[in-house]
Nanobody, 115 residues
Framework: QVQVVESGGGLVQPGGSLRLSCAAS????????MGWYRQASGKQRELVAA???????NYADSVKGRFTISGDNAKNTVYLQMNSLKPEDTAVYYC?????????WGQGTQVTVSS
């Protein structure tokens, strides 16, 4: 019954901002880590940002300084604030949650950066 659901994707102009949300639900007894991956067309899925249960964060070099990941354990939710968006950020963004020591993936949300 555990699942994760992303929201907040959309179409934005270069330089714009989006905030993605990922909410986990179900029988969760342990939140180990949550993060965001993205997959552009024709590319492999890559890690964008992650946060651990002790609030350690990790960012891809390509987004460092522009994106910020944060979490709310009480809501079982992780956020990705995306600023100064570039066309190269266009991808399907997937939430990954390590819950109960197992990985769960969201369905993905499309982010398109274009003028």
């Amino acid at each position: 019954q555990v699942q994760v659901v992303e929201s907040g994707g959309g179409l934005v102009q270069p330089g714009g901002s989006l905030r993605l949300s990922c909410a986990a639900s179900g029988s969760i007894f342990s939140i180990n880590a949550m993060g965001w991956y993205r997959q552009a067309s024709g590319k492999q899925r890559e890690l964008v940002a992650a946060i651990t249960s002790d609030s350690r964060t990790n960012y891809a070099d390509s987004v460092k300084g522009r994106f910020t990941i944060s979490g709310d354990n009480a809501k079982n939710t992780v956020y990705l604030q995306m600023n100064s968006l570039k066309p190269e950020d266009t991808a399907v963004y997937y939430c990954n949650a390590k819950l109960n020591f197992r990985n769960y993936w969201g369905q993905g949300t499309q982010v398109t950066v274009s003028s």
